[in-house]
Each structure stands twice: as structure tokens, then as C-alpha cells.
């Protein structure tokens, strides 16, 4: 099922796809590929959640899809972003720059294969859940919380830290480095 084709340049021209996903609901496609360090899409923050502005539960507002920003303000995920799924291999991170989200490519992404991102990295104790994402390195449980993840793969992860991520946590991550020494 296509659900929607994503434009993220000037260009007019679709980049991504979501559509159904064999890792779990729908997920984005890469509709050409994507080169390292790319900018994949600009994530929209536009849809803040607070008391003036609830979830209303129409067109998919759903309290799985809020996004918890380092200012404290919680935003609603939009399409497509709100359909990247989960890998304990992930191709792709979150960048910010002066208040502005953007998805950016890890690796190199061929046409056609699905944008993932490791939930655990930029978060500290959220959700836990089963991990199904298949990669021969799964983890096979789930917490989005970047320090529970083991010593090597957060030291492997530090280049794709959100500056924001890095600079709150600045103290727990001198330690990890400094025991590594």
C-alpha cells in the first residue's frame, strides 16, 4: 500500500516513499539513493502538542507519535517522519541545528530500501518494547535510552549524537570516554 510520495527539496521531485513495511506498520523508502551525509528530509515541528493544543486522535494524532524536544516542548510526528522505523542498524540519524530537525543519512541508502533510525540514540529513559528489526546485530529488546546501551556501540554512536544531546549530557559522556581510556 502506498500511502504517500515525499518531496524534500525544491525540486518537486519525490525522494520518499512510506509504504508498508516488513519490519512492523508503514515505513519510508528511499525512491533513489541517498549518499552519506545527505540530508534525507527536514523533520516538521510545526505541530506542537501542549494544553492550548491536545491530540484531537484525527488524522493519526496519536500519542505514539509525539516527539520530546530538548527545550521541553512535545511535538507531533508528522508524515513522513512519524513512519521511520526502528533498527539496531540504522541508516540514517537526527541532526539539529538552531531549532531546526533534520534527517540525514548514516550511510549510504540504495533505492528502494527502508530509512531506519536506533530510537535509543538522543533519548534517555523511554520506552522499552521487544525489538523485531531482524539485523543480525539486534539487540532484541528495545530501550530508547542511550546509556543503556552497551559501552562500545555508545562510543561507536558519539558522531551521530545531536549537539544538544551531548552538551545535556556532557558529564556522562566524559565518563564513558574516560573509562574506555
Not at 525512491?31 to 528530509?41: K, N
Not at 516538521?44 to 520530546?68: C, Q, T, W
Not at 562500545?152 to 566524559?174: C, N
Request: hydrophobic share 40%.
Amino acid at each position: 500500500m502506498l500511502v504517500c510520495v515525499c518531496s524534500v527539496d525544491d525540486s518537486r521531485r519525490p525522494r520518499l516513499v512510506v509504504a508498508d513495511s516488513p519490519i512492523q506498520g508503514l515505513g519510508v523508502f528511499a525512491l533513489e539513493a541517498i549518499a552519506r551525509g545527505t540530508v534525507i528530509l527536514h523533520v516538521d515541528d510545526s505541530r506542537v502538542v501542549d494544553e492550548k493544543h491536545p491530540l484531537n486522535g484525527h488524522d493519526g494524532e496519536l500519542a505514539i507519535h509525539r516527539d520530546f524536544l530538548p527545550d521541553g516542548t512535545v511535538t507531533l510526528m508528522r508524515s513522513p517522519e512519524r513512519h521511520i522505523n526502528h533498527s539496531c542498524e540504522p541508516n540514517a540519524y537526527i541532526y539539529s541545528a538552531n531549532r531546526k530537525r533534520f534527517l540525514l543519512a548514516k550511510r549510504v541508502i540504495a533505492a528502494g530500501e527502508e530509512i531506519f533510525m536506533d530510537y535509543a540514540l538522543n533519548a534517555v529513559d523511554g520506552d522499552e518494547w521487544e525489538c523485531r528489526c531482524g539485523v543480525p546485530a539486534c539487540r532484541g529488546y528495545h530501550k530508547c535510552d542511550f546509556f543503556a546501551l552497551a559501552p562500545q556501540l555508545q562510543r561507536e554512536y558519539l558522531p551521530y549524537l545531536d549537539p544538544w544531546f551531548a552538551e545535556v549530557h556532557a558529564e556522562r559522556i566524559q565518563r564513558l570516554l574516560a573509562e574506555s581510556v
